[in-house]
Structures are given as C-alpha cells and as structure tokens.
C-alpha cells in the first residue's frame, strides 16, 4: 500500500516559540516545500521573511518575562532608566535566581486563559494538523485549545520539558499530563523521551517519531574544514592552540560553574589550551568565576553567534564540550560532531544515543569539575581517539542527523498523522 502523503499546499499550523531558530529551521522546510505554513508565536515575533500564510502572537506564560526559547531562562525586563549599573546587576541576579521558581508555579493556570484565543484562531486556519514544539507551555495552551476537537495535534518534547519542568513543579506535571492526553502524536528529539512520555500519560499505541528537534545538521553549513585565520585573530587564539569551546551558554541546567572550575585543572596538563565559551560574554557570573580561578588568559567569551560563526568555531575546536545534567539531543552536540570537534558530554541517557564513551566521544558526571578536567585532558592528549571519533561522527550525523532526510521523515510522519485524523 502506499504511504500517505500531504497534499499539496495542504495547511499546517505551529503554535511555537516565533524567535527560536530550533523552530524557525523546522517551520522553514514546509515553507520552502509550498505547504500554506500559519504561525501561532507565545512570543512577539517578527515574522517578515519567514514566508508564512499569517503570523498572530497569543503571549503564553508570562512571555514577557521568559527569556531564550532553549531552555526557559529569565531575560528580566528593561531596568528603569538612571538605575546604577551595580543596582542592574543585583536585579538581573534576582531575577534570574527566582524566576525558574516563580514560573513554575505560576505560568500553568495563567496558560488556560488563552485556550479560547488558540482554538478561535486554529479554527480560523482549518490546519489538517496543528504542531506544538514544546510542552511548557506551548503544547499545553494547544492541547487545552482542541480538547473536545478530533483536529489532530502534534506535540514535540524538547529536551526538559519532562526531566526537569513537570518533575520539579506539580502544575506543570499536572499540564504536561493533560497536554499528553490530548495530544494525538508524538516527536520527542531523543528515545529516553518516548519512554518517559509514557509515565506522563502518553499513550504509546499512537504515532509517533524521534527526531532531532530542529531538524538536524544542514551539511552545507556544519562540515569538517579549515579553521579559519580571521577567527583566530579575532578571538585572540594564539596559532596552533587547542581549542575547548562550550557553546551551551547559560542555562539552569549546564553545570557551567564546574566547567570552569575544572579549567585550571586543564591548564596544569596542557597550558597553551584556550576556552571559549559562547553567549557568555558579559555574564557577572562567568566574569566572577573567571577571576577567582585567575584564568582570564585562558578564556574567550563571546556574544551570541551567527550559525555560521558557530560552525567556524567547531571547525576550530579540539573539543566540543556539553555540561549539560538535563537535556535531550543538543543541537549544538550533533553540530560539533558534524564538524570534526570531539565531544566532551555529560553522561545522561539523552546522550548516549549519541556518544559511546571511549570510542565517539567522552562522558561523565557534568557537576563533578575533577571528571570534567579528567575528560577534557583526555580529549587534548589523545589525537589518535579524536581522528577516528571524527570519522565515526561524520557517518553518524549524515546517517541519522542530516536535515532534509531528518524533514523527510518528518513530512511523511505529518502525513500519516493528518491521514489517520481525517479516517476518523
């Protein structure tokens, strides 16, 4: 029989996060296929460019307070003009300490209000599907929207939305198992997902998909090649220098305080190493740790990068390193293996299904700073693990991980989904 397809310019509808690029690479491929592609952003969003049919903002969870889309961290709102630069530091620190707290128990019942706006304006579109990328609070506020409704819903699981939000927060969980109930399929970005879906209430005789959240590695962006000269000078590398690049930025859940912690460490062994760590530039936390460990010479901070400055900087680096005690599958992780950067992890079950210790890669506890060191000397000594991981990363990202057949896949996971909705 043959597999179903989506027809052509069939509707499909996202309600996501409008800013993040994870979103915007995924939403981008239907685009780009010629399906008639409507926006529903929890954040404002500017929408020019994208190629959608509408674009409407229905500000979730306090949007206005929520920071990056990766990850839920605090981005405070503007501090009022005249406030002395020590007085915005201690209120940018206060914020970022409560705001995990403060959203965990708030920002599910002040979602419900805005189920009525979501369903007005799904109904308005007609989707064959709707797509929720994220349960908190997206895939929440979608599924309270369709309750009573056969439209069809899927939902993506991003890397804590289950390990670390519903775990830690009892409204949370009790939305997450709504949201599970509701939903009619599945697209975790890693297995350990699938599996722990079921213990929220997900129901594993529904469709669903593993894939990276994103979309996968675009080749023609993240491949090995040359490091480049005008990077070097610019970051300030000396010629020749390994590099240890942390692409992570600050998240809640990136035990970045051991990551620094264990660079002196690194440095006794291999004291030409360099450690830049993106995003990071301007952090009163990172600029604290750098100078209590007298490591600044050693370090390079950056703003946010451009993807194609970041695959630069992988291209450059010896080793790729993901602190990282909670996660799915890092974008960034499979970005650097497509590079030829050795990765440094932590050893969470997300990730092993990526890295195998010892043979693609180096794992372990990512809050212990003497085992961060430990991996990451390891990685700098060892030239002969680091070309035959770089082998075996290249087959493995273009095997499992390359973008268009990463869409594929999911284009023809939308049609059995939108398929079995419209039998019913």
Known sequence: ??????????????????????????????????????????????????????????????????????????APAGAPAGMPAWARRLRTRAVGALFPTVFGWLAPPEVARHAARVRALVDRVDPVLVHAMRIPFEGVVAARALEGSSRPLVVSVWGNDLELWASRYPLVSRATRRALARATALHPDCARDLRLATRWGWNPSRPSVVLPGNGGVRAERF????????????????????????????????RNEAFFAAIPRVLERHPHAVFVGVGMQGNPRAARWIAELGIGHAVRLTPLLTPDEIASLFRRATLAVSPSQFDGTPNTLLEAM???????????????????????????????????????SRGLRDEGLRRAAAQRNGALVA??????????????????????????
């Open 1 to 74: 029989m043959t597999a179903p397809a989506l027809a052509p310019g069939a509707r499909l509808c996202f309600v996501a996060d409008g800013r993040s690029p994870i979103s915007r690479n995924w939403i981008g491929y239907f685009v780009a296929r010629g399906f008639e592609v409507h926006l529903i952003s929890t954040f404002p969003v500017d929408a020019a460019g994208m190629g959608l049919a509408s674009a409407e903002v229905v500000p979730v969870a306090f949007a206005r307070y929520a920071g990056a889309s990766s990850g839920l961290s605090p």
């Open 223 to 254: 491949h090995p090649g040359p490091p480049s000269a005008e990077l070097d000078r610019r970051l300030g590398i000396p010629e020749g220098a390994p590099v240890v690049l942390n692409p992570r930025g600050f998240r809640e859940y990136v």
């Open 338 to 376: 497509a590079c030829g950067a050795f990765p440094v992890a932590g050893d969470i079950a997300s990730v092993r299904e990526w890295i195998e210790d010892g043979r693609n890669g180096l794992l372990c506890d990512p809050a212990d700073p003497a085992a961060l060191a430990d991996a990451m």
């Open 399 to 424: 095997e499992r991980a390359e973008f268009g057949g990463v869409m594929r896949r999911a284009e023809a996971f939308y049609a059995r989904v939108a398929h079995a909705g419209s039998a019913r």
